[in-house]
């Protein structure tokens, strides 16, 4: 029996990972309601690690499927490709929505929070301080990926390799900043609309720089093992493409919530 097939497109093997997936974030929401009402992790810890098992193994496969066994053929890369433009995409209206959000507020805001924005007694932060310098480490993770990319391009394992290794540890060094910064505020995400849009908007950014610091660690990994050739590492491309978005949209971020809405 041969392997050969007279198609360049990628049939799929069965896997368990979606069904495994599927569990573990059923298993995470369920745990988030249990630890919001009873105030116990225990659900929510399983949930976090049937999801990362998941993600773990599933992420594995793929990448065994694109390097070894060679099933990414260019076909099948054009559709990962488009795959890809249209999940930022989708994260994109993802975002549009909590910016409408903001921006219904403080344009007019309601007689309840004093007809004012920012609403009385809402303590904001000073735009020209931590967020002003997680502006600055975002747009220089921005330079630093592109020389990572350009230097894989180049055939560069070494200057690859730096600039894949800053670009994490900057991505690290935000979300540190950003925890200090939630720990710091002297308002609440339950503080009126303010709180509300302050905390979803900037939340949600916080955690796609997480997960795109975990995609930029997988590539940095895969790098080591040499996964990645001049010519075929979209794997690397994609993870540069989300990084570009996370940064684009904390510009948008920075400008209008920190800067503009204070």
Not at 136 to 156: F, K, Q, R
Not at 166 to 188: D, H, K, R
Not at 214 to 236: A, E, K, M, Y
């Amino acid at each position: 029996m041969t392997n050969h097939h007279n198609h360049p497109f990628h049939l799929v093997d069965y896997s368990p990972w979606p069904l495994t997936g599927a569990i573990g974030t059923l298993t995470l929401v369920t745990g988030m309601m249990k630890w919001f009402h009873n105030f116990n992790m225990s659900l929510l810890m399983l949930g976090y690690m049937i999801t990362l098992l998941t993600m773990y193994q599933w992420w594995r496969d793929i990448c065994r499927e694109g390097t070894l066994q060679g099933k990414h053929t260019l076909l099948v890369s054009k559709g990962l490709r488009w795959g890809m433009i249209l999940f930022i995409i989708s994260e994109i209206f993802f975002f549009i929505s909590f910016f409408w959000a903001f921006f219904h507020s403080s344009l007019s805001p309601n007689i309840e929070i004093g007809a004012i924005w920012p609403p009385t007694n809402i303590m904001t932060f000073n735009p020209f301080q931590i967020p002003l310098l997680n502006t600055i480490i975002l747009i220089t993770s921005g330079v630093t990926v592109t020389w990572a990319h350009h230097a894989l391009m180049e055939n560069n394992y070494s200057q690859t390799f730096q600039g894949l290794l800053l670009t994490i540890i900057l991505g690290i060094y935000f979300t540190i900043l950003q925890a200090y910064e939630y720990m710091e505020a002297s308002f609440t995400i339950a503080d009126s609309i303010y709180g509300s849009t302050f905390f979803m908007a900037t939340g949600f950014h916080g955690l796609h720089v997480i997960i795109g610091t975990l995609f930029l660690t997988v590539c940095f990994i895969r790098h080591l093992n040499n996964h990645f050739s001049s010519n075929h590492h979209f794997g690397f491309e994609a993870a540069a493409w989300y990084w570009h978005f996370v940064d684009v949209v904390w510009l948008f971020l920075y400008i209008s919530i920190y800067w503009w809405g204070n």
